[in-house]
């Protein structure tokens, strides 16, 4: 099982990063598919949510924080999901990370994340 984050970088106050989580090794379309994001010293946080659409229909959950500003998709033909990050905040550098979980059998997957900067 691999989930591989990229898209992470250096980005000013006010401009935009697509992050990128690439998926193998199992079947993606029946895995919620999550972005979260940890600073040093905080607990991981929850981002941005997208079902499996074999379980939930695809629904989409995000952090108030992000709301309006990010957005979760998902490409099941090429087990890629995404997060657009647009209006992005200095508070919004963290390390993100992806996952994939599916209740039904108790898995759970994480990425090694990638680093996002938002400074000027």
Do not use: H
Request: hydrophobic share 35%; charged share 20%; aromatic share 10%.
């Amino acid at each position: 099982v691999q989930l591989v984050e990229s898209g992470g970088g250096l980005a000013q106050p006010g401009g935009s990063l697509r992050l990128s989580c690439a998926a193998s090794g199992f079947t993606f379309i029946y895995y919620d598919m999550s972005w979260y994001r940890q600073t040093p010293g905080q607990e991981r946080e929850l981002v941005a949510a997208v079902a499996a659409i074999t379980s939930a229909g695809g629904r989409i959950n995000y952090a108030d924080s992000v709301k309006v500003r990010f957005t979760i998709t998902r490409d099941n033909a090429k087990k890629t999901v995404f997060l657009q990050m647009n209006s992005l905040k200095p508070d919004d550098t963290a390390a993100y990370f992806c996952n994939a979980r599916r209740d039904s059998t108790k898995a759970n997957y994480w990425g090694k994340g990638t680093l996002v900067t938002v400074s000027s």
